[in-house]
């Protein structure tokens, strides 16, 4: 699943519930919120399992959450069951300063990661209430 955002989106309520993802080339789950969009997520639910990098040059995470530009974005990451793979288990990334980000993770499953099973790079204030 590829959930993009760019130039003046406004997403409200975007759902991304109770899918069974396995056996990828690439992120089971792959959020990218770009320019100045306003976005409310929600990832919940999922199974994602066995997921496998494309060309051997970056890490397929089971879900993979990038952030750029000057979005205003919240999004939780909750409830979902990720299993064997080959980057992390959850990982968010805010690229620069300048955008405003409200992460939450909780409740997850995560077992048989290659890399960290939860890893948040440059989102400070994220809320990560996990048991690993």
């Known amino acids: 699943?590829?959930?993009?955002?760019?130039?003046?989106?406004?997403?409200?309520?975007?759902?991304?519930?109770?899918?069974?993802?396995?056996?990828?080339?690439?992120?089971?789950?792959?959020?990218?919120?770009?320019q100045n969009s306003n976005t409310t997520i929600n990832i919940t639910g999922n199974s994602i399992s066995n997921t496998k990098d494309l060309n051997f040059t970056n890490f397929a995470d089971g879900i993979?959450?990038?952030?750029?530009?000057?979005?205003?974005?919240?999004?939780?990451?909750?409830?979902?069951?990720?299993?064997?793979?080959?980057?992390?288990?959850?990982?968010?990334?805010?690229?620069?300063?300048d955008a405003n980000v409200q992460l939450e993770i909780k409740g997850n499953d995560i077992t048989g990661t290659n890399d960290q099973p939860i890893g948040v790079d440059n989102i400070p204030n994220a809320v990560i209430n996990q048991s690993i």
Do not use: C
């Not at 299993?83 to 805010?94: F, L, M, N, Q, W």
């Open 1 to 34: 699943i590829n959930f993009q955002t760019f130039e003046n989106a406004r997403v409200n309520a975007g759902n991304i519930n109770n899918n069974t993802i396995s056996n990828t080339q690439g992120d089971g789950i792959n959020v990218g919120l770009n």
């Open 64 to 97: 993979n959450l990038q952030v750029f530009d000057k979005t205003s974005s919240s999004v939780t990451i909750s409830n979902n069951i990720i299993s064997a793979i080959e980057g992390r288990g959850i990982s968010a990334v805010r690229d620069g300063s």
